[in-house]
Nanobody, 119 residues
Framework: QMQLQESGPGLVKPSQTLSLTCTLS??????????WSWIRQPPGKGLEWIGY???????SYVPSLKSRTSISRDTSKNQFTLQLSSVTPEDTAVYYC???????????WGQGTQVTVSS
């Protein structure tokens, strides 16, 4: 059974860098054709795509967050990491790591982790 688990601090101060790690069990992040992705949901709003890293290590980010976002991976630990710099209270959200198939279906979700940006 494949599982994704997010980890990281639940509280980040404004202007700092948010860093979250997703650990995959029951699979490999180097398996072809999948995009290992981050999505978030701000309070009272819909889901927002952040970006992904694929099995080759190629990354892609949503334009609105691209200048502040970096997604990397550690294949030895089967993990991928989100870093979002210069955060503001508007970055407060539940953050999810997900697996996206080659035809753009989200077929596995982590449980999500709440991140609050506040001083």
């Amino acid at each position: 059974q494949m599982q994704l688990q997010e980890s990281g601090p639940g509280l980040v101060k404004p202007s700092q860098t948010l860093s979250l790690t997703c650990t995959l069990s029951g699979g490999s992040i180097t398996t072809s054709y999948y995009r290992w992705s981050w999505i978030r949901q701000p309070p009272g709003k819909g889901l927002e795509w952040i970006g992904y890293i694929d099995s080759r290590g190629y990354t892609s980010y949503v334009p609105s967050l691209k200048s502040r976002t970096s997604i990397s991976r550690d294949t030895s630990k089967n993990q991928f990491t989100l870093q979002l710099s210069s955060v503001t209270p508007e970055d407060t959200a539940v953050y999810y790591c997900v697996r996206v198939s080659s035809d753009w279906f989200v077929n596995y979700w982590g449980q999500g982790t709440q991140v609050t940006v506040s001083s």
